[in-house]
Every structure is written in structure tokens, then in C-alpha cells.
């Protein structure tokens, strides 16, 4: 998957993050700070690709704001 822009949050709440993107069949993925970013222990990353403006919108909205774009 084309990472394109994420989310941080806690690790506590990944499964009904996961399960509403996975309603709108909206693809992600979830990286933990050893994996992508220096987090701590109860965070997560929640990662997406470029999405269609119909998607984006779902995700924006979900998370109360833009994601930070994935460093290069």
C-alpha cells in the first residue's frame, strides 16, 4: 500500500477505528512506533493511502481533522 498520510491513537482504540474503515471499505493499516514512528508503547499509527475525496472525507470527519502527511 502507497502510504500517503496517518493518524496517531491510542492502541486501545484500533479495533473500532479498524472496524468503521473497514465498513466503508476504506484501506489502511496500522503500524506500531517500532514499525514506522518513534511512539509510545500505547500508540499506534493509523496508515492511508491517497484516497478518493468520498473516502477522505469519511476519514476526516472519523478523526476530527487532517492527517500528517507520511515522512519521506
Same mark, same amino acid.
Given at each position: 500500500?502507497?502510504?500517503?498520510?496517518?493518524?496517531?491513537?491510542?492502541?486501545? @482504540?484500533?479495533?473500532?477505528?479498524?472496524?468503521? &474503515?473497514?465498513? $466503508?471499505? *476504506?484501506?489502511?493499516? =496500522? @503500524?506500531?512506533?517500532?514499525?514506522?514512528?518513534? &511512539?509510545?508503547? $500505547?500508540? *499506534?499509527?493509523?496508515? =492511508?493511502?491517497?484516497?478518493?475525496?468520498?473516502?477522505?472525507?469519511?476519514? $476526516?470527519?472519523?478523526?476530527?481533522?487532517?492527517?500528517?502527511?507520511?515522512?519521506?
Amino acid at each position: 500500500m502507497n502510504k500517503s498520510f496517518y493518524y496517531v491513537i491510542n492502541v486501545k @482504540e484500533a479495533t473500532f477505528f479498524s472496524k468503521k &474503515l473497514t465498513r $466503508h471499505s *476504506i484501506p489502511h493499516s =496500522f @503500524e506500531t512506533g517500532e514499525d514506522f514512528l518513534a &511512539l509510545p508503547a $500505547h500508540e *499506534i499509527s493509523v496508515l =492511508f493511502p491517497d484516497l478518493p475525496i468520498r473516502q477522505y472525507d469519511i476519514v $476526516h470527519k472519523m478523526f476530527g481533522g487532517t492527517g500528517k502527511p507520511v515522512p519521506q
